[in-house]
Each structure stands twice: as C-alpha cells, then as structure tokens.
C-alpha cells in the first residue's frame, strides 16, 4: 500500500479536489467532478486506520480526539506538494477520512472567476458580508480573496478564526492573526468574543454555526469592525432568513432591525459544469441599499429577489443573468443553466 504523502502528492499532480480514504474502495480522487483510482489496491479497514493515523502524525495531533468524538476537522501540509484540510470520522465501526487539497499560494481570483464586484467589497470599513453556497462552492477560497485584497491594500488588524486553517495570510500592510479551532480556542463564539478584546479592524469567522456564534458576530458588526463569514445557503433572501430564523420567535423582530442596520452583502455561489467537464464559479451579490434594508426591517426578505434581478442597481449581480451569459459564451449548457437557476422560467423566457 502506498504511503498516505505519495497519495496526496499524487492527487495534487492530478490537479485533483478531494483524496477519498474509506473502506472497502480504492483510494479516490475527483478531478474536475469525477473520481479517479490513486490505486487500484481495495482499502480494508486496517488500511485506512493505518493512512488515517499517519494523517495526525503530519497534522501533529492527538488520534485519540476522532476515538472521542466520532468525527474531527485538522490540517496539516506537506512540503513542496500542499496544505491539506481533512475531516476524519467513523462509519460502521471503521475510519475513513476526505481531504481537500489546498494550495499554499492564495489563489488568483482572476484564475479563479471571482469578479470584480465582489472583490470591491474589501473596500467596506464595518459592517457584515456573508459569503454563502452549498459545500465545496469555494466560499472559503472567496473570503480568502477578499482579505488578501484588504491585507494588500490598508493598514489593519485582521483577525481570522477558522476550522481548520486553509490559506496562510502573509503580513502586507496588515497585520493577519489567523487562530484555528480548537487548536487556539475552544470554540467558534470563544475565539470571536476574544477576537474583540484583540483591537481587531477585520474579523474573518469561518463558519456562522450556532445561536451565540450569531449572536456575537451582530455584535462585532455593530461596534465598528468588518466582519467576513460564510453560511450554507443559496440566495440572498434565504440567508438572511437563516440568520433571523436562528433566534427565538420573540428576538426576531429585534434582529431584523440590527440586520438590516449591519448586514453591507452577501455573495451566493455555485460551481456549474461546463461543456469542456470542467466546473465555473456561478455568482450572486447583493449590497444592501435603503430598499433592501426596508425589506429586511420589514419581513419583506421574498421582494429582494426582485431587487437583484431587477438589474438597476450595478452594485449588484444576478446569478440568472450570470447563467444567461454562460450559455451565450458557449460555457454551459441551456439544460444545466436551468437546472441552476433560481427562476428557471424567466431564464427560460430570456434564452
């Protein structure tokens, strides 16, 4: 059986995404959404215990955390090849771990499809900017962009709390404190209360995922700092009804009034197969001008919609009108781009 470090290095020379570790298959690869055979030797459970092990020796973390818990999120990188994120866990009384391969270099956006719309909200001094999509969209790779821009461009303390760590910031004209769960900090909300003890100007939170993580990064948002987090939502009005939904019925009138006040927008987004069977960032952005922020204050989320598609405000992007332009490029079938869409028959209509 080959060493778990010729495994990933194999699949980075592949281009690959994701490393698949699980009993009973041979180690996989998907590249550009399809899975690949690193090997064709079966994987029994002894094997993927013994990969999975020498997993935590690279990531220098205690094997006994997956024993107590069932499942756990780590990192680690292999010189020369990549950075790792891996999320091991028990299935059926065995171990089988997924890793993400991770670049060591920030990503180029301009490689990577990010438009410049959504780039310019770096320029944005407070306030909060949701990045939202399914797993695996590339949220992660976004707010990464978003800070290297405000790390590059102005002089601030940008504090990150991920789990795990993906990118390495280097200091530009920032100074980048990046804090890991819970190698750092036990939690989510710990490390964010902490974060505003830290004289923070940015705050980047990996993951907005529980009542009192929320709660906190409200908070931050009101008090002067910029805060950057994603969720696992599509749309921009479904985002903001998460956010409120997660609150007992009687608080929800209060923090629709604080969103509508902090929230500056939120970017959706969506990897679409192309012809070539590669995939393309798809995107929607919403900022957040007095209509929106009525709507929200209001309980009015279902009319954003209408606002972003509407197409008059070019502070704003429409992922229909996205798809639109995909299909007329040559990019995307007509068929995924309906698929897709969030009204398929007005796209329809307009392809």
Partial sequence: MDSISNMLSKAESMGGSDVFIIPGSSPMVKVNNNFVKLSEDRLMPPDCEQLVQAMYQLARRDYGLLAQEGDDDFSFAIPNVSRFRCNAYRQRGTVAAICRIVNFELPDPAAMGIPQIVLDLASQRNGMILVTGPAGSGKSTTLACIVDKIN???????????????????????????????NDAATFSRALRASLREAPDVILLGEMRD??????????????????????????AKTVDRVIDTFPADQQAQIRMQMSMVLKAVVSQRLVPTVDGARVPVFEVMTVNAAIQNMIRDGRTHQIDNVIYGGSDKSMLSMDAELQRLVRSGRITREIALLYAANPDTLAKRI
């Fill in 211 to 236: 009542l009192d993580t929320i709660r906190t990064a409200i908070t931050a948002a009101e008090t002067g700092h910029l805060l950057l987090s994603s969720l696992h939502t599509i749309g921009a």
């Fill in 152 to 182: 590059a461009e102005r002089e601030a303390h940008i504090v990150t709390i991920e789990d795990p760590i993906e990118y390495l910031h280097r200091h530009k004209k920032s100074l980048v404190s990046q804090r890991e769960v819970p």
